[in-house]
């Protein structure tokens, strides 16, 4: 496992030699865990296919690529076009989708379909900025908003779920 995770760490350096750092470690064990051959040219088409939808380049776009490498079952087509319409749904509410939320945003993309709702999580972001002392915090606001919407949805009991809380953490980080 950890030669593995070494190879994709590796392979996430020769893609992008510039935004990959200490910070990738734990997702490049993550990844490990998944037997996927190809992952690295997965990330890639997701970065790729991404930035050509209105995501800029950069080291959360490249974050946001290796969230979305966790889902093995569903079709990179299918994950990026969900992808896209959460970041349309950050805006439709107001929130102006900023690179540093694409890590997020990518969470939200690994939950079904059926589960994001969009106005839960701008009303516990409302509720945040509204509390005197965080609300010049809004970034964190938002993220702290997400997490506790993904955790409040996730079945703990699963590999899935463990997946799901150690990038949460490492977003949070």
């Given at each position: 496992m950890i030669a593995r995770a070494k190879e994709i760490y590796?392979?996430?350096?020769?893609?992008?030699?510039?935004?990959?750092?200490?910070?990738?470690?734990?997702?490049?064990?993550?990844?490990?865990?998944?037997?996927?051959?190809?992952?690295?040219?997965?990330?890639?088409?997701?970065?790729?296919?991404?930035?050509?939808?209105?995501?800029?380049?950069?080291?959360?776009?490249?974050?946001l690529s290796h969230i979305l490498s966790l889902d093995t079952n569903t079709s990179a087509d299918r994950l990026v076009s969900r992808t896209t319409t959460i970041m349309d749904s950050f805006r439709d509410a107001g929130i102006r989708p900023k690179p540093m939320y694409y890590p997020i945003i990518g969470m939200l993309s690994l939950l079904p379909e059926e589960q994001f709702q969009m106005h839960g999580i701008s009303q516990m972001f409302d509720q945040?900025?509204?509390?005197?002392?965080?609300?010049?915090q809004k970034d964190m606001n938002l993220i702290t908003a997400v997490s506790f919407y993904v955790n409040e949805k996730i079945d703990n009991k699963s590999l899935a779920a463990t997946t799901l809380q150690t990038t949460l953490e490492s977003i949070l980080q």
């Open positions: 590796d392979g996430m350096k020769q893609e992008h030699p510039f935004l990959t750092s200490a910070s990738d470690y734990p997702l490049a064990v993550l990844l490990a865990y998944e037997n996927h051959n190809d992952i690295i040219e997965q990330m890639e088409r997701y970065y790729e296919s991404l930035s050509k939808n209105g995501f800029r380049k950069g080291n959360d776009l490249q974050f945040l900025n509204n509390e005197k002392s965080f609300r010049w």
